[in-house]
């Protein structure tokens, strides 16, 4: 049971946060959609019930993805989460396709949504939670790819570096950028069917925010099917991993180098060339120090190395120094 809860413990908090955020967001839209008869409050509950769900698998995904490698999976559970992803997708696909029903079914018979204030309070909830929620992932996304960035420069950073977060963190991110898109979406269709006579934007509404379900469904559904048929490391962590091995002076060149994405961990496999006229012990000695210090980064779970001498033809562009664990 101990260590069952140290699992619990790693497993990804974004979609932790997430689920039961929206869980209990699902449950106030939902309400103020039966209560209102809002087309634009039922997509954003729709949206909410199927982040509750979706964030709810990812977290069990992020937690089994923790397990140690076994003999049977040597190299560990990290693709474990891509899975649960992929059951996410399908969820997403669904809602969406009964959100942009309900949108066309109000374009063809337009209602009058009631009770103004409950749907402006619920929204106005939703906003919060989701942006709450979005901003958390936002800085999961730095902590994760390790980029320096503060304040309002979290934002930025986290949408150029959310390709490289790992595959839960990606999937709170896309749902809450959507959520809270398609709330703020919900706010503006909500305040015009009530104060217009312009009754189809509540449609229209509802069929945008489905759509952006559909794209979110798309983006994730790509980025796991990539995870699960395995997929080479970005550059930065290459270079990171050369860095690492260039920081031994007995090491001249990499002579092959591969690293594999399992979830959200790498496993690093290659070819170091060494100085010539060095012992087998020195080598093995210098070889078991550089994978120490890969096995130090916290992104890397498995590290193979080979050993041969110089050949004398540069084989790899040393990339710059970066700080190591």
Not at 133 to 138: E, F, G, R, T, V
Request: glycine residues 10%.
């Amino acid at each position: 049971m101990g260590s069952f809860w140290q699992l619990v413990k790693k497993g990804n908090t974004s979609s932790a946060a997430a689920a039961i955020g929206n869980a209990a967001l699902a449950v106030v839209k939902g309400g103020a959609a039966l209560y209102s008869g809002s087309g634009a409050m039922f997509a954003s509950a729709m949206h909410s019930v199927a982040d509750a769900v979706n964030q709810s698998f990812v977290f069990a995904g992020s937690v089994l993805a923790e397990r140690q490698p076994t003999q049977r999976f040597p190299t560990g559970f990290g693709r474990v989460i891509n899975l649960f992803c992929m059951v996410a997708v399908i969820v997403v696909t669904v809602m969406a396709y009964e959100t942009i029903r309900e949108g066309f079914h109000l374009l063809a018979h337009p209602v009058q949504s009631s009770h103004f204030l409950i749907n402006l309070i619920a929204l106005l909830l939703g906003i919060g939670v989701d942006g709450f929620i979005l901003i958390k992932a936002m800085k999961e996304v730095v902590k994760e790819t390790r980029v320096e960035a503060h304040g309002i420069g979290v934002i930025a950073a986290a949408f150029k570096n959310v390709g490289r977060a790992a595959p839960p963190t990606r999937l709170v991110f896309y749902e809450d950028l959507v959520a809270t898109s398609g709330a703020l979406l919900a706010l503006i269709a909500v305040i015009v069917s009530t104060f217009t006579p312009f009754q189809l934007l509540d449609g229209v509404a509802t069929i945008i925010i489905g759509l952006l379900m559909v794209g979110v469904a798309f983006k994730v559904g790509y980025d796991n099917m990539v995870g699960l048929i395995g997929v080479a490391a970005p550059r930065e962590i290459e270079d990171r991993v050369a860095a690492i091995i260039f920081s031994e002076p007995a090491v001249t060149d990499i002579n092959r180098l591969r690293i594999l994405q399992e979830g959200r961990f790498y496993h690093v496999e290659g070819y170091l060339e060494l100085k010539p006229g060095m012992t087998l012990a020195d080598a093995d000695d210098i070889k078991f120090g550089v994978r120490d210090r890969l096995l130090a980064d916290p992104d890397i779970s498995d590290v193979i190395l080979g050993i041969i001498e110089d050949n004398g033809v540069q084989d790899w562009k040393q990339a710059e120094p970066v700080t190591t664990p």
